[in-house]
């Protein structure tokens, strides 16, 4: 079969990302903790994520302006997303 020309180059295909690729594109790399309830990616509370960083599970990322009393607290997707993979591969 012949390879079409387009605009004197040869036509070209591209795959379709992979499943793994195109989550990747989709997961964030900091997500807000919950003010209540749990966190839509893995279903924790905001006691779990501040045990978890006492324990050295993650670190937790504040946000504070200067002379604010409140600021944000931002968790990281790929370390939660690592504890957890370690902790089905230790049962």
């Known amino acids: 079969m012949p390879i079409k020309s387009v605009g004197g180059q040869p036509e070209t295909k591209t795959a379709a990302p ?14 807000r903790l919950p003010k209540s309830g749990v966190d839509p990616h893995f279903g924790f509370g905001r006691s779990y994520y501040y045990e ?35 902790q089905m591969e230790a049962k």
């Not at 992979?18 to 990747?24: D, F, T």
């Not at 989709?26 to 997500?31: A, G, I, N, S, T």
Request: aromatic share 14%.
């Open 18 to 31: 992979s499943e793994a690729a195109w989550s990747a594109l989709q997961r964030p790399e900091f997500f």
């Open 52 to 86: 978890g960083e006492q324990r050295g599970y993650w670190k937790l990322v504040r946000i504070r302006e200067r002379g604010k009393l409140r600021g944000v607290t931002l968790i990281p997707y790929d370390s939660v997303a690592r504890f957890v993979r370690s």
